[in-house]
């Protein structure tokens, strides 16, 4: 997909301003995201040397991979809490 709906153009925009953690972090958590929506499904999580890798399939049939990226339960959750927000604010939820 080479063009983002001009509702995920703002977010995309924000996304791509943070540093790189930041981005892997706001990634996994909106695989996750978008798994617990049906809109993908998280099909294996395969230990690494650094982190869990979890492989999701899209509804296309592709698969892909995502490293978990260092943190807590209770930092992922307030993660989530916040994309959703951000989510909200872009009318995209």
């Given at each position: 997909?080479?063009?983002?709906?001009?509702?995920?153009?703002?977010?995309?925009?924000?996304?791509?301003?943070?540093?790189?953690?930041?981005?892997?972090?706001?990634?996994?958590?909106?695989?996750?995201?978008?798994?617990?929506?049906?809109?993908?499904?998280?099909?294996?999580?395969?230990?690494?040397?650094?982190?869990?890798?979890?492989?999701?399939?899209?509804?296309?049939?592709?698969?892909?991979?995502v490293a978990r990226p260092p943190m807590s339960q209770e930092e992922e959750a307030e993660v989530i809490a916040v994309l959703r927000?951000?989510?909200?604010?872009?009318?995209?939820?």
């Amino acid at each position: 997909m080479d063009e983002l709906p001009p509702e995920l153009e703002g977010f995309a925009t924000l996304l791509d301003a943070q540093p790189q953690p930041v981005r892997e972090i706001f990634q996994y958590c909106l695989c996750l995201m978008m798994a617990k929506a049906d809109k993908m499904r998280l099909v294996d999580r395969i230990p690494g040397e650094a982190s869990v890798i979890c492989v999701f399939e899209s509804s296309a049939g592709e698969t892909f991979s995502v490293a978990r990226p260092p943190m807590s339960q209770e930092e992922e959750a307030e993660v989530i809490a916040v994309l959703r927000e951000i989510l909200d604010d872009e009318g995209i939820s």
